[in-house]
């Protein structure tokens, strides 16, 4: 199992590296430049950075399901495939989004209402699909305790159903600085490849998916670390936020989201924060700018201005701390 986990990490890299090399000259040809807001006047360079760069590891983790994972079909291991279409259709909510913006030359795309409905929708049908496959259970899973509390299967779709989208929203927000979000993203997805690992072949299929997302970032982030020549868009970042929360089901450890996403779960916060205080107290602020990452580039708090790069070393360290620590809240859950 080792090799086939390695193997799917290498063609993750590889392709998502190689359509880099076309994908982004090509995206830069026809304009499909970001909108920067205008009051994130430091980012002002970045106008016209090409956007929806997340193709490429939608493409390369595509190219990893049908090949790499090509047995787990002919066994009738069908988990790797339920979770890419889930992230490709937020994928194509988010591409649809960034088509918006593209189009009326500003940064704003569909409706919040509709990004809403269309998750909302999306996400019911998923975990429909995993009940009906025999892959989700509403008996909740309690890392570290080791243990399960059932619940009424109406209450637990309610509240899978608003993890997803608040997961996949939560790593939206995240993408706001070179390399932040796949950087954040990179060891949630060695998590699960090392969750996989621990437990045994029963779940290969979603480690191969795990393993080669992992690679399909590192290939992106060969462009998208700073200075980065593509963005991700809502094309990425929603079909990122998909792959985290549909893994997290398919291998039914939902509550694991809160350590793993932890950087992802800030952001959203200081958001929300942000915004409530701003109304409670009719214009004052607890952050400088909303959400975290613009805090910290503003030097909130501390006075010190973050660079990017230092930014994306904290994220990703933090995230990786937690990540070790995800791991071993679950690895006693099955013994082979």
């Known amino acids: 199992m080792t090799s086939r986990l390695i193997l799917a990490l290498i063609v993750g890299f590889g392709v998502s590296a190689l359509v880099g090399a076309f994908l982004v000259p090509w995206l830069r040809k026809i304009k499909a430049g970001q909108s920067i807001k205008q009051y994130v006047d430091w980012h002002s360079s970045k106008a016209g950075t090409p956007t929806m760069g997340g193709i490429m590891f939608i493409v390369a983790e595509t190219t990893v399901c049908f090949s790499v994972g090509l047995s787990c079909l002919r066994q009738g291991e069908w988990a790797h495939v339920f979770i890419l279409i889930f992230g490709t259709v937020f994928g194509g909510i988010g591409f649809l989004d960034d088509y918006e913006k593209l189009r009326h030359h500003e940064n704003t795309g569909l409706s919040a209402k509709m990004k809403f409905l269309l998750q909302l929708l999306a996400a019911t049908a998923f975990l429909l699909l995993l009940r009906l496959n025999g892959y989700l259970s509403p008996n909740l899973y309690l890392p570290f305790w080791n243990t399960y509390v059932p619940i009424s299967e109406p209450l637990y779709f309610i509240f899978a159903a608003f993890v997803i989208v608040g997961t996949v929203n939560a790593v939206n927000i995240t993408d706001g600085v070179d390399g932040l979000a796949s950087g954040t993203c990179i060891p949630i997805f060695l998590c699960f490849t090392a969750i996989v690992f621990c437990w045994g072949e029963e779940f290969f299929a979603q480690g191969i998916f795990a393993a080669g997302l992992t690679g399909a970032l590192l290939g992106f982030l060969v462009y998208n670390f700073h200075p980065a020549r593509v963005f991700m868009g809502d094309t990425g970042s929603l079909f990122l936020g998909g792959c985290i929360a549909g893994l997290a089901f398919a291998l039914d ?37 909303a959400p975290f990452h613009h805090h910290l580039e503003m030097g909130g708090w501390l006075g010190h201005k973050w660079k990017e790069t230092q930014i994306f070393v904290l994220f990703t360290g933090i995230t990786l701390v937690m990540a070790v620590v995800s791991l071993l809240g679950v690895t006693g859950r099955y013994s082979f």
């Not at 779960?265 to 409530?276: A, P």
């Open 253 to 289: 450890v939902p509550l694991l989201l809160v350590p793993l996403c932890i950087m992802p779960i800030i952001e959203t916060l200081s958001d929300i924060i942000q915004v409530v205080y701003f109304k409670l107290t009719h214009g004052r602020r607890v952050f400088k700018m």
